[in-house]
């Protein structure tokens, strides 16, 4: 953008831990239930209650540490962050604060062809508070009364925090997709921005370029999908730019980012500054975990994104492009590697798992291990196809069938009699209607254009409804007009 | 040792007379004086503690329990509305 000045951007991210019940309680995490029906005297802060940590979200949050190349702290703390507002029952968030979980790490992306590290500052893990609806407004300007469930309230929350090592918008959007990625792909976190599963705000400066020093930086919020995190930090950016160049000086605050109009909103609060009072939480003991404890945890963690792709380049000859969407979702590339172990042609199976079985489990919103369809199935329809029993048409309207009905493969084949038509009388009878029903191509054949013999091929196949095999139709047209 | 009580005061959202000001100004005063007397040690070569229980790693599996009696923690509610709590206006 602007040359005369230099983008600083440090990112925030909150991601949800994939557990069960909640960080120091055992309420349910689940989703969109009814209000306030996840909550006990726990997470309500009630006097005298006791919580205490939830074992898989510190694995979680370690496994995710080891992903994204961090040093796991051999002592870490909770500690009380406090501040009043209704969505925190307790008036304290319980945080991690001087004792992180973990620090020091990086994650790579690449931006347009260009591959870099964005440094990790610090890993650590904290509860959700709950959900505020405002009542009468959308938003909380405005709202005479609101409303609060306290379902979310003790949720596990990571956050990962980044260093200040991101350029510009572009290169802040890309960070998000790949952490997204790589979070899903570990299976830590289901990290949908839109959602809310996957969070983050932005701390957003500029410098004149050459300059070493920060300038005074602005924090972005309400960013909650990808395409947000580009707009409200390229309006911040240019908001900075030119108040700048006007000679104006940037106020240090939390701007919202307004998606209807791609703008950020200062926003003024009667809070105070900031003095949150971090205590050491008495209630919860020092997390500090093993070497045995983290060796257990990086066996679960398998290949990362990276390594996989550059396994499946070279050991099934993928193309470039076919190998980023099947890497893309775990699942999916499980699959693939599953259904090769049957049938040993790893490109139709990849063409066969990133079209027509990707488009049927976007239609239903469902992912690959949800449907009947499995390895040994998708082999058993596709090696029919290698060995001419049916044709790609069918196998086609097989695959359907599987992932609608569950049935067998030859139980479709039998019931809808999809089979290579392998009584020749019968072919015979077809090829001899085909012969009077196109007679001008006929006689084209007979002047000598032998390439008309094609189209007479697929008039068979048509009126076989795609079960006769295609060398053994042109072999009986030859025969019949020779 | 001297506190700004009005601050804390209103960290703590609480409303105090002139007369629990200078009460409380006291109290924290020395309460403050007292663990002065901390200082007085030689702690160069102590690793700092956060707690005073010599324990760690206490955890517990990952599984959902409900809570029986959602209804005694609602009955805190000032007012409710929908199953949730009703709150009054949070920004000016
Ligand atoms: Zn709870």
């Known amino acids: 953008m602007h040359s005369k000045y230099e983008t600083v951007i440090g990112l925030e ?20 239930s009814k209000p306030n029906t996840n909550i006990c005297p726990v997470c309500t802060g009630q006097p005298g209650v006791l919580p205490v940590i939830n074992k898989k979200a510190i694995e979680l949050a370690i496994k995710t540490a080891i992903a994204l190349n961090c040093r ?39 931006v347009e062809g260009k591959k870099q590290k964005i440094g990790i500052t610090r890993i650590h893990l904290e509860e959700d508070a709950g959900k505020l609806v405002h009542k009468g407004a959308a938003r909380i300007m405005g709202a005479g009364e609101s409303l609060v469930d306290y379902n979310r309230t003790g949720v596990p929350l990571m956050e990962i925090v980044t260093e200040p090592d991101i350029r510009s918008p572009l290169e802040a959007k890309v960070f998000m997709e790949t952490l997204q990625h790589l979070l899903q792909f570990i299976g830590v976190c289901d990290a949908k921005m839109e959602e809310g599963s996957l969070r983050c705000d932005a701390n957003l400066s500029l410098r004149p370029a050459g300059e070493t020093k920060l300038g005074t930086k602005t924090e ?29 000086k940037i106020l240090q605050e939390t701007r919202f980012f307004d998606d209807i109009n791609e703008t950020t909103i200062g ?37 990362l994104p990276e390594a996989k792709s550059e396994r499946f380049f070279n050991e099934y000859s993928l193309a470039a492009g076919i190998n980023k969407i099947l890497i893309s979702d775990k699942l999916k590339a499980d699959f693939f590697e599953r259904t090769v172990k049957h049938f040993n042609k790893p490109e139709m199976i990849a063409n066969w798992i990133i079209g027509d079985i990707a488009a049927y489990l976007n239609e239903n919103k469902k992912s690959i291990n949800e449907i009947s369809l499995t390895p040994e199935k998708l082999s058993e329809i596709l090696k029919l196809i290698d060995n001419g029993t ?44 085909v012969i009077k029903n196109n007679p001008k191509q006929v006689d084209e054949f ?37 | 040792m001297k506190i700004d009580v009005e601050h ?61 009696d959602i209804e005694a923690i609602m009955i805190n509610a000032p007012q409710e509305e929908s199953n949730m709590f009703l709150v009054p206006r949070i920004m000016e």
């Open chain 1, 446 to 482: 007979k002047s000598g254009k032998d390439t008309v013999i094609m189209f007479l091929v697929g008039q068979v196949m048509k009126a076989s409804k795609g079960r006769a095999k295609p060398d053994k139709a042109q072999e009986l047209l030859r025969k019949a007009l020779g």
């Open chain 1, 72 to 110: 796991i702290e051999k002592m870490s703390v909770f500690a009380r962050k406090h501040y009043f507002y209704p969505d925190l029952p307790k008036d304290f968030q319980v945080s991690q604060y001087e004792l992180p979980l973990a620090t020091g790490g990086f994650v790579e992306i690449e």
């Open chain 1, 13 to 32: 991210t909150h991601a949800q831990l994939l557990t069960e019940s909640k960080m120091f309680c055992s309420c349910s995490t689940k989703f969109g």
């Open chain 1, 267 to 303: 926003m003024r609060s009667k809070e105070f500054a900031h003095d949150y009072r971090y205590f050491p939480e008495p209630d919860l003991v020092p997390v500090e975990p093993d070497h045995q404890w983290i060796e257990t945890i990086k066996n679960t963690l398998g290949e």
């Open chain 1, 390 to 433: 049916i044709t790609g048409k069918i196998a086609k309207n097989i695959l359907l069938e599987v992932l609608g009905t569950g049935k067998t493969v030859q139980d479709i084949i039998k019931e809808q009699g999809l089979t290579q038509i392998s009584d020749e009388g019968e072919l015979v009878k077809i090829v001899g209607d």
């Open chain 1, 220 to 248: 972005v919020k309400n960013m909650n999908s990808f395409r947000a995190v580009l707009k409200a930090l390229e309006a911040e950016e240019k908001r900075h730019a030119e108040v700048l160049n006007e000679g104006g």
């Open chain 2, 8 to 68: 804390i005061a209103r960290l703590a959202r609480l409303g105090l007379s002139d007369e629990e000001k200078k009460l409380y100004g006291e109290q924290l005063s020395r309460i403050l004086e007292y663990a002065e007397t901390l200082n007085k040690l030689p702690t160069e070569n102590i690793a700092p503690t956060t707690h005073a229980i010599p324990m760690k790693n206490v955890l517990r599996e990952d599984r959902m329990v409900p809570f029986p």
